[in-house]
């Protein structure tokens, strides 16, 4: 089995070379040194579920790890909801096989700096007059919590651009930074995926102070593993509902804790079909 080190270590130009390894990555949503923890861990597992090499490559961004699956240097990816529909549509035949309990119906929460002077709300509409001229910091482009369903409300509710009602609009990058940049008072206001702030907040690192959650939205679909559709091709007959399987049967409570997931379950392409409508509808899918 491979060492966290080297997982995250290895180049994705590398990955094409392992004729014989089934490689997977997933988006960077959050700090680097707990994706490769969380991974390295799905790896160990998946080569005994699957009784092959199977690595782990960690890449810099939502693109890249879209990229990566279309060009086959990855064939199995943890992706949100945007970034799967993106990664489908560029490759025919692939498709969502597992996705966490939680991923059903998953939401976003709005935060801002407590000097804002934003009390929290049950109806967004309300937030108009104090969220007008504000600073405001999405996550990543690609993100479906940290940018794609935020966005929606926005426009929807608002019925303004981000640029329109914001006097500056920042990307982060992940979840776990946009927390920190609206907890320094660097961005007013934020969104970002609320598992990461439920789970910073158990760990006791956040400063509650200084940041709030100020609204969340209803749910939506998000986050699921897809894999390719060639992979019987190279793998052998019947891979894909092997991996399939391996995936729905992990129990583990520290790999699971780590996502954090209570378990995986089947999940389809259909069931992204409102993801990939909403980002069409703003104009956000590539």
């Known amino acids: 089995m491979m060492s ?7 180049s994705l130009a590398a990955a094409p070379t392992l004729a014989d ?36 490559v960690p890449v810099k961004s939502y693109a890249a790890a879209v990229t990566a699956f279309r060009n086959n240097q990855v ?42 002077g934003i009390e929290p709300v049950d109806d ?10 504000k600073t405001f910091t999405f996550g990543s482009k690609g993100s479906t919590s940290g940018r794609l369903m935020p966005e ?12 329109e009602m914001f006097s500056r609009v920042g990307f982060s990058g992940n979840h776990t930074r946009t927390l920190r940049l609206v907890e320094a008072g660097t961005y007013q206001v934020g969104a970002l995926n609320f598992q990461v702030w439920e789970q910073e907040l158990a760990n006791g690192n956040v400063d509650t102070d200084a940041v709030e959650v100020i609204w969340e939205t ?20 019947g891979f894909q509902e092997k991996v399939t399987r ?19 379950i089947p999940a389809s392409n259909s069931d992204y079909q409102a993801i990939e409508d909403t980002a069409e509808k703003i104009g956000i899918l590539d």
């Open 4 to 10: 966290v080190l080297a997982a995250a270590t290895l």
């Open 21 to 56: 390894t089934f490689v997977f990555t997933a988006i960077p949503d959050q700090d680097e040194t707990k994706l490769v923890e969380r991974f390295s861990g799905v790896a160990d597992y998946l080569s005994e579920e699957l009784d092959v090499d199977v690595r782990y």
């Open 75 to 116: 064939q199995l990816a943890w992706f949100g909801g945007l970034s799967g529909v993106q990664a489908r549509r560029l490759v025919p035949g692939s498709e969502a096989i597992a996705q966490g309990e939680e991923d059903q119906a998953f939401r976003s929460y709005f935060i801002a700096n407590t000097s804002a």
């Open 124 to 133: 967004f509409a309300s937030l108009e007059d104090q969220l007008q001229d």
């Open 152 to 163: 929606f409300y926005l426009r929807d509710t608002f019925g303004q651009s981000p640029d």
């Open 218 to 237: 209803p749910t939506y679909p998000d986050y699921q593993w897809t894999i390719r559709g060639d992979v019987d091709e190279r793998f052998g007959e």
């Open 246 to 264: 391996a995936l729905l049967d992990l129990d583990d409570p520290e790999l699971l804790n780590n996502f954090p997931r209570s378990s995986f």
